[in-house]
């Protein structure tokens, strides 16, 4: 099992930035990958971001594509969400998953492993 632990929510205004961390231990080959996950109040939980821990590919919604940067620092096990332009329609909690699928297709819930606490992004002027 994997634990994971995420940081760097808080509150900000809309169009700033924040930078999620998602630190990693225990043995992560055997998944494909980390996600973001995002869960509003009153939603579903839905895939932000996805990279691969093989090879680095990248999966973005759509929602994040053009805004968001995932990235990942094997020597450390962590994986990082750079969140640009935020918009008031994103507060929610973000948690990082590992994936047992290619990142393209980390938007199917069943591909979702171990979780972490979460971290709340609010989005408010």
């Known amino acids: 099992q994997v634990q994971l632990m995420e940081s760097g929510g808080g509150l900000v205004q809309p169009g700033e930035s924040l930078r999620l961390s998602c630190a990693a231990s225990?043995?992560?080959?055997?998944?494909?990958?980390i996600g973001w996950i995002r869960q509003a109040p009153g939603k579903e939980r839905e895939a932000v971001s996805c990279?691969?821990?093989?090879?680095?590919?990248?999966y973005y919604a759509d929602s994040a594509a053009g805004r968001f940067t995932i990235s990942r620092d094997n020597s450390k096990n962590t994986v990082y969400l750079q969140m640009s332009n935020l918009t008031p329609e994103e507060p929610a909690v973000y948690y990082c998953?590992?994936?047992?699928?290619?990142?393209?297709?980390?938007?199917?819930?069943?591909?979702?492993?171990?979780w972490g606490q979460g971290t709340q992004v609010t989005v408010s002027s």
């Open positions: 990279i691969s821990i093989e090879d680095g590919r990248i």
């Open positions: 225990g043995y992560l080959p055997q998944y494909r990958g």
């Open positions: 998953t590992t994936i047992t699928t290619h990142p393209q297709l980390c938007n199917f819930k069943s591909s979702w492993r171990d």
